[in-house]
């Protein structure tokens, strides 16, 4: 069966050997990576993931100011992207691989099972962290039930995009096309480490010659100090200086390694890809990756470098944005391929599965598509242009200004057509406007319009009539304003229109005088409904009745007794 073979002098070149009698048909000679710094290229943190130059290989402290290590990001408890997990140890209902099997199945059989103490996890941890540039880094730590300075590991990273995704009677995830296997020799007691990749295929040669389709490919990678190193512990520690587990541990117990996955090409820069799930697992000390793993745990931490956009779409005056569609365009501008389209929900969220696992760049969002009704105009900041780091996670929020309203208010007469006079003032809510003979239409008298009103209900009233005609008795008068209008190329409607119909008012008087004898007189009385009667005689006059602001079409009869 292949296998990674131990060295014993970093610079001896060794065949994988394929079980039984058959060799890998093309000899892939192993790269040892020696003693390396403690932090690797690019490391945002820097954290210290490999051979500490100070304090011996593996050690768990920050040794460095400025520096991470597990101490920096060990719980309790485990917050995302750190993730620990406490392995059953020494007992055999410890999660393994049915023994004996090959990895290269679809989905492999686990079982409880009592493990060798030196491939026995009695923790796992990880840690992962993202740079400026895009590339993602893991970091991972594991502690062994008893001392194992050449510890050999695999870490499985599986998409979990399979049909169906969970494998029968385990909480594993069924292998898919483009998963990773990352096979780990601490050598030399850790002072020497080989890191090699394979890649799940489902056509193609098998890293086992003698196996076919699907299986874990032919080709594998192996990785240079700059993509990836590591080491294993060659001091005690306490209990204080054992963040993860926090009991002491012997030399040789523990093992950590550091992996650029951008730099090894498991997350391409510039790309969206996702592993929804790690499976780790040990191996005796250099042996056959594909059959001779012992002990694993399951992890279930996304590590991704995909991009993602959501949309919150809020109105101006509180109302509801439901229906109302957002289109993403790749690169700048909106005459780049459509990415996809989301439909704002009541509660102004605008989600699609369009708009997850982006790949990191350039993209343009616009409102295609208003809410239903008319009411709003497009935010004055769409279209908009914005960058997605790999990771990042946009959230844009975006308010449509709502249409203003008008109102319009008509002045007639009562015997037809618009009063003659101008000068009423009326007033709707709080605010007055005031006839000044200028109308919306037409330069006339009698019409007043109002734009630039929030839509909703308004109640209208007359304060004062025009010069020579009645108040209109039919007051306040209530509209509705509707969004989307105005007063010069879209009048309001019949809704928001009020029209008041004034009765124009007239005056009579009726005299008497004595004819020059100075015996007469006389009593003089109307009958006036309407307008409002005076006895004050006229000049020149010795009685008079005058009767004031008689509305509209009146019969009024006056009555004269002379000599009473």
């Avoid at 008079?544 to 000599?563: K, Q, Y």
Wanted: net charge negative.
């Amino acid at each position: 069966m292949a296998a990674f073979n131990k060295f014993r002098h970093p610079r001896i070149r060794r065949r994988w050997l394929v079980s039984g009698t058959v060799l890998v048909t093309a000899a892939v000679f192993l790269f040892v990576i020696g003693a390396a710094s403690a932090v690797l290229p690019g490391s945002p943190s820097k954290f210290e993931s490999g051979n500490d130059p100070t304090l011996g290989l593996g050690n768990m402290i920050v040794n460095t100011a400025g520096n991470k290590d597990w101490i920096s990001v060990a719980g309790p408890p485990a917050v995302p992207p750190y993730a620990h997990i406490v392995d059953a140890a020494s007992s055999t209902s410890d999660n393994s691989f049915t023994p004996g099997q090959k990895q290269d199945t679809t989905c492999p059989t686990v079982e409880g099972h009592k493990n060798p103490p030196k491939d026995d996890f009695t923790d796992v941890a990880s840690f992962t962290e993202k740079s400026a540039s895009g590339d993602t880094f893991l970091y991972g730590a594991t502690i062994r039930f008893a001392a194992n300075g050449n510890a050999s590991e695999n870490i499985e990273l599986k998409q979990g995009t399979g049909v169906p995704v969970n494998c029968p009677g385990s909480n594993l995830v069924a292998r898919v096309a483009g998963d990773k296997l990352i096979a780990i020799d601490y050598l030399g007691g850790g002072s020497a480490v080989q890191f090699h990749v394979l890649t799940w295929v489902t056509s193609g040669a098998c890293f086992v010659g003698n196996d076919t389709a699907p299986c874990w490919g032919a080709n594998p990678e192996t990785l240079d100090p700059n993509e990836a190193e590591g080491g294993v512990s060659i001091t005690s520690f306490t209990a204080a200086q054992n963040p993860i587990s926090g009991v002491p541990l012997v030399a040789g117990q523990f093992a950590e390694f550091g992996i650029n996955l951008a730099a090894a090409g498991i997350i391409p820069p510039g790309s969206c890809k996702s592993f929804t799930q790690t499976v780790w697992q040990s191996r005796s000390s250099g042996s056959s990756f594909v059959s001779s793993t012992k002990d694993i745990s399951i992890e279930d931490q996304d590590i991704n470098n995909c991009a993602s956009v959501s949309v919150k779409k809020l109105g101006s005056d509180g109302g509801s944005q439901a229906g109302a569609v957002f289109t993403l365009y790749e690169g700048s501008g909106t005459g780049g391929t459509v990415v996809g389209t989301c439909t704002v929900a009541s509660n102004g969220d605008c989600t699609s599965a369009d708009f997850v696992d982006l790949n990191p760049g350039t993209y343009t969002i616009d409102e295609t598509t208003l809410p239903p009704g008319g009411g709003y105009d497009k935010d004055p900041n769409l279209p908009e242009t914005f960058t997605l780091a790999a990771g990042e996670n946009k959230v844009l929020t975006y308010t449509d200004p709502h249409r203003e309203g008008a109102l319009k208010i008509l002045k007639n007469s009562t015997k037809g057509g618009a009063v003659a006079i101008a000068g009423a003032v009326f007033s709707y809510d709080s605010s007055q406007v005031t006839d000044n003979g200028l109308g919306d239409e037409d330069p006339a008298v009698g019409s007043v319009c109002v734009s630039g009103l929030d839509p909703g209900s308004y109640s209208v009233d007359e304060v004062s009539p025009p010069l020579g005609y009645a108040a209109y008795p039919g007051l306040p008068q209530p509209i509705t304003v509707a969004n989307g209008t105005n007063c010069s190329d879209n009048l309001p409607g019949a809704g928001a229109t009020a029209t008041f119909s004034n009765a124009p008012l007239s005056d009579i008087q009726v005299n008497f005088r004595d004819g020059g004898s100075g015996e007469t007189s006389a009593v003089i009385s109307c009958d006036n409904t309407t307008g409002t009667g005076s006895n004050t005689p006229a000049t020149g006059w010795d009685t008079s009745r005058t009767v004031t602001g008689v509305e509209g079409a009146t019969t009024i009869t006056c009555t004269i007794v002379i000599d009473p």
